[in-house]
Antibody
Framework: EVQLVESGGGLVQPGGSLRLSCAAS????????MSWVRQAPGKRLEWVAN????????YYVDSVKGRFTISRDNAKNSLFLQMKSLRAEDTAVYYC??????????????????WGQGTLVTVSS | SYELTQPPSVSVSPGQTARITCSGN??????AYWYQQKSGQAPVLVIY???KRPSGIPERFSGSSSGTMATLTISGAQVEDEADYYC??????????FGGGTKLTVL
């Protein structure tokens, strides 16, 4: 059974930093792309970042570029999100999700097939 | 950026068919995916690649896509299907987007 368990959320002041972790089990972690997706209170889901199975490629939504860093440790089946210069608008539940990618005639398709339960990040003074 | 548009809410009686739509300019060439999110819970994939159903998802859930619109259909909706439903897709520029979500009420 695929399991994704996030941790590391909490209350942080604007401008502060936080590191989220996601422990994966039930599948061969090193073979999959992984992602972070967030959801602000009462808002839609928003993709945040992707990382290739071997860590060689990383992608970010424009609003977090230069502030957030996605990384992984395949030996420990773990995914991370280092967040710095946090803003009030970063307040959200952050979900770890397993990615599935395949090529199609117009490029590639990428979607999230399993999700963790999420960890809440609150940015407030 | 790329936008996916969903109706804010859909309401049906138990046993009726619920249809939730999602419109997006890239849908003629890109797949649509649907996620169910019950209150306080993580999203669950219920339809992938327009019309495929993951194992464990009831057969009453189906998906289709034509032109710029994708549709999630719940045939014989049940009270336990009450949730927010999000469509998701990508575009040729690599944007990964979710729709605004549709609150399904079954009562």
């Amino acid at each position: 059974e695929v399991q994704l368990v996030e941790s590391g959320g909490g209350l942080v002041q604007p401008g502060g930093s936080l590191r989220l972790s996601c422990a994966a089990s039930g599948f061969t972690f090193s073979r999959y792309w992984m992602s972070w997706v967030r959801q602000a209170p009462g808002k839609r889901l928003e993709w945040v970042a992707n990382i290739k199975h071997d860590g060689s490629d990383k992608y970010y939504v424009d609003s977090v570029k230069g502030r957030f860093t996605i990384s992984r440790d395949n030996a420990k089946n773990s995914l991370f999100l280092q967040m710095k210069s946090l803003r009030a608008e970063d307040t959200a539940v952050y979900y770890c999700a397993r990615g599935f990618i395949f090529r199609d005639e117009s490029g590639y398709e990428y979607y999230f097939d399993y999700w963790g339960q999420g960890t809440l990040v609150t940015v407030s003074s | 950026s790329y936008e996916l548009t969903q109706p804010p809410s859909v309401s049906v009686s138990p046993g009726q068919t619920a249809r939730i739509t999602c419109s997006g300019n890239a849908l003629p060439k890109k797949c649509a995916y649907w996620y169910q999110q019950k209150s306080g819970q993580a999203p669950v994939l219920v339809i992938y690649e327009d019309s495929k159903r993951p194992s464990g998802i009831p057969e009453r859930f189906s998906g289709s896509s034509s032109g710029t619109m994708a549709t999630l259909t719940i045939s014989g909706a049940q009270v336990e299907d009450e949730a927010d439903y999000y469509c998701y897709s990508t575009d040729s520029s690599g944007n990964l987007e979710f729709g605004g979500g549709t609150k399904l009420t079954v009562l």
